[in-house]
Nanobody, 126 residues
């Protein structure tokens, strides 16, 4: 019932910035918690950031805390991931996901999410 489309990925030098967007359609977006995950070649999918339904609570993986910022714009049914001070270790396919169940928090475990986007590639060169 929810379709998610990520965009904004690309190639950037270490220390640079990118802004990823996740546009939702098919159902009202604003009530649901959202998360960002990433998967590098040969590695398991890992949690990056999440935001609660209201936007009042945010969560970050230790590897990105202080560098990435998750936010939402309910008028545009869009969630963003601002990525600053990028490192080569950040290279991965980035996916957004929606959780229909959480009310005041957002999960950090991928299997708890209900819908996933197709992903957008982020490549950071050294």
């Amino acid at each position: 019932q929810v379709q998610l489309v990520e965009s904004g990925g690309g190639l950037v030098q270490a220390g640079g910035s990118l802004r990823l967007s996740c546009a939702a359609s098919g159902r009202t977006f604003s009530p649901y918690s959202m998360g960002w995950f990433r998967q590098a070649p040969g590695k398991e999918r890992e949690f990056v950031a999440a935001i609660s339904r209201s936007g009042e609570r945010t969560y970050y993986a230790d590897a990105v805390k202080g560098r990435f910022t998750i936010s939402r714009d309910n008028a545009k049914n869009t969630v963003y991931l601002e990525m600053n001070s990028l490192k080569p270790e950040d290279t991965a396919i980035y996916y957004c996901a929606v959780d229909l169940d959480s009310i005041t928090v957002a999960p950090t475990r991928g299997f708890l999410y209900d819908y996933w986007g197709q992903g957008t590639q982020v490549t950071v060169s050294s």
